[in-house]
């Protein structure tokens, strides 16, 4: 139970709680026959840790069992985003260069310390005020250039692998829509869980999840599309949360989880995080204006304004604190709302922050804070710590690959609209292309011309159906003029003929061209039987070359090339993609 609240809880409550936490026992025991236990191996000297999805070998403190709550401790944290111009560099950007003025320098968070332990845990402000800055901190999803203060884990720093082994449950909820929910539920098990977890455990876990959550009812309904019909919101958001449970993290981090629901379903959403707080998780989350039945369920809040700490402490303290700074909370008015309006009016007037600012800095809450948060700290130890880590592998590529497959052969096959639109635009393409290809006259006029206009049809149409038209499009006019079809590459300007080794337009329709000239003969118009040009004729005026089988096959390799650089590069940009905020 987190401190705070231990702090003021009164008899009732206490009685509260252990009943719930009796209720939790019971069907706890109900389900252990299902119950899996993932805990990494430990002994006194070493810890052994699988870092799911991840693949660098890698370690924590943090277990990825739930059976005992982490504390979340920070000290000091400010934060700064943009970049800081030095004075030399700034003499140097031109005035006209401003579409390239690199982001304002800012700082975002003010010396923000605090602990956060099993419970719930809120971070409240109004709009703008750091809320998701801090929370995407503290579960190491922000961009750590600019961030100064430490973060610790049950006293010891974050290693790199902690964002993968705790939960985030993200604003917007991502799930695949044409897959029910235990199907999302497994997909996050499979992907997630280390390789040592066996598919019945796995199997067994998602009904667990399932259960705990109360999604018995819509286990097997499909999430739902913008053309299909799914389930509820607060069943979306429920699974989107299991999805992360499936890791049975020590810490859940959860960025405005009731934001677009209705107000009983955010209760319900809320009461289901209450619950797996009491079973032993830290639960971190940034809100909105709560309303009062949900403000309840919280154990901890910070209360922040313009980046700076105001309030850190129980939820039944907050009344008698402001009160002190001479603020009066209405008989019946939802304390949320009422700070909400003092720090609104701190937000505009900076004396009045500075005042909040200033007794908060005074307070004995504060000074508690610092105290726990400082008995937390156990760098000292760290060294030993870190010596005596056990590293395992993560789950094989080969394995994450199959199941995304297997997630996208699912999803074409439940999205009959797109597929079928896919597959009736491909027959209408070929019936066209059949219909212009069909008894070609082996002419000079027009069987050239007409052979000709058909190749390029077939080349353009298939390298215009790619998932990144808008970005490659020029590069593809680029290529196509220097295909050789729209003009001949020897009347191009010299100094723009190298486009045409790079012109997939030009290797692609070389092919075809090589394939249905060679060794025609084509006749006059209205003699068929004086046939005075060559399919080669046509090949050699076109520039192409086609005396040995290699003439040929250069242009495959050529494409092959192609297609390879353009992977690779795909990938290194993959690898490059920032997974921070
Ligand atoms: N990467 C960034 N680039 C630019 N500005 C940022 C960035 N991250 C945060 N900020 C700024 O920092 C301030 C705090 O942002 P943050 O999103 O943490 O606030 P918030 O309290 O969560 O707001 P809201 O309740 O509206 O979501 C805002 O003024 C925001 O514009």
């Not at 019971?26 to 799911?52: F, G, H, K, Y």
């Amino acid at each position: 139970m987190n401190s705070f609240s231990s702090l003021n809880n009164d008899v009732t409550k206490q009685w509260d709680l252990e009943t719930l936490n009796n209720e939790t026992i019971e069907r706890e025991t109900l389900l252990s026959s299902i119950s899996i236990n993932t805990t990494t191996e430990q002994d006194d000297t070493a810890q052994n840790i699988i870092v799911p999805n991840h693949r660098t070998a890698s370690v924590s403190r943090v277990s990825i069992s739930a059976d005992a709550a982490a504390t979340l401790s920070f000290h000091d944290i400010n934060y700064f985003i943009g970049d800081k111009i030095e004075p030399s560099k700034h003499r140097l950007n031109f005035p006209s260069r401003s579409c390239l003025k690199s982001q304002e320098y800012k700082q975002i968070l003010f010396n923000i310390s605090g602990i956060f332990s099993n419970g719930m845990n809120a971070i409240l402000g109004p709009t703008g005020c750091g809320k998701s800055s801090l929370l995407d901190i503290l579960a190491d999803r922000k961009d750590q250039h600019g961030l100064s203060g430490r973060i610790l884990v049950d006293g010891l720093p974050r290693h790199p692998s902690f964002k993968y082994i705790v939960g985030y449950v993200v604003q917007e909820d991502i799930f695949t829509g044409t897959l029910t929910v235990r199907e999302n539920l497994l997909f996050s098990a499979n992907l997630r869980l280390p390789k040592t977890v066996s598919t019945l455990e796995k199997n067994a876990r998602v009904l667990r999840i399932i259960t705990e959550l109360g999604l018995e009812s819509c286990a097997d309904t499909r999430m739902g599309t913008d053309f299909l019909r799914g389930v509820s919101g607060g069943e979306k958001k429920r699974t989107c949360i299991g999805m992360e449970l499936v890791l049975s993290p020590k810490i859940l981090f959860l960025d405005e989880p009731t934001t677009g629901l209705d107000a009983s379903t955010a209760n319900n959403v809320m009461s289901y995080l209450k619950k797996l707080s009491d079973e032993g998780r830290t639960i971190v989350f940034s809100i909105h204006q709560p309303r009062y039945s949900i403000f309840k369920l919280f154990d901890s809040v910070i209360f922040m304004c313009k980046g700076e700490c105001v309030y850190h402490g129980p939820i039944n303290n907050i009344e008698t604190y402001f009160s002190t700074l001479g603020y009066q909370c209405k008989l019946h008015d939802n304390p949320t709302d009422f700070v909400l309006d003092i720090l609104i009016d701190a937000h505009r007037t900076p004396e009045t922050l500075t005042k909040l600012n200033d007794a908060y800095k005074q307070s004995s809450m504060h000074i508690d804070v610092l105290a726990r948060a400082q008995q937390e700290d156990n760098t000292e130890n760290q060294e030993l710590f870190q010596s005596t880590i056990v590293v395992e592998a993560a789950q094989a590529l080969r394995t994450e690959i199959f199941y995304v497959s297997q997630r996208t052969l699912r999803n074409a096959l439940r999205n009959p609209a797109m597929a079928l639109a896919q597959v009736v635009v491909s027959i209408m393409i070929g019936f066209l292309v059949g219909l212009v290809f069909y008894d070609l006259k082996k002419t000079t006029d027009p069987g050239i011309q007409d052979r000709l206009g058909t190749i390029f049809f077939i080349v353009v149409n298939q390298i215009f159906s790619t998932v990144a038209l808008i970005i490659v499009v020029l590069i593809y006019v680029g290529m196509m003029v220097f295909s050789g079809f729209l003009i001949k590459l020897t009347s191009m300007f010299n100094w723009l003929s190298w486009i045409q080794w790079i012109s997939a337009f030009r290797y692609a329709s070389n092919v075809l061209t090589i394939n249905e000239f060679q060794g025609l003969k084509l006749c006059l118009p209205n003699q068929t039987d004086v046939c005075p040009v060559m399919g080669e004729d046509v090949l050699n005026d076109r520039g192409i070359d086609h005396g040995t089988a290699w003439d040929l096959w250069k242009n495959f390799f050529a494409l092959t090339m192609m297609t390879t650089i353009v992977f690779v590069l795909a990938y290194i940009r993959l690898l490059r993609i920032k997974k921070t905020k």
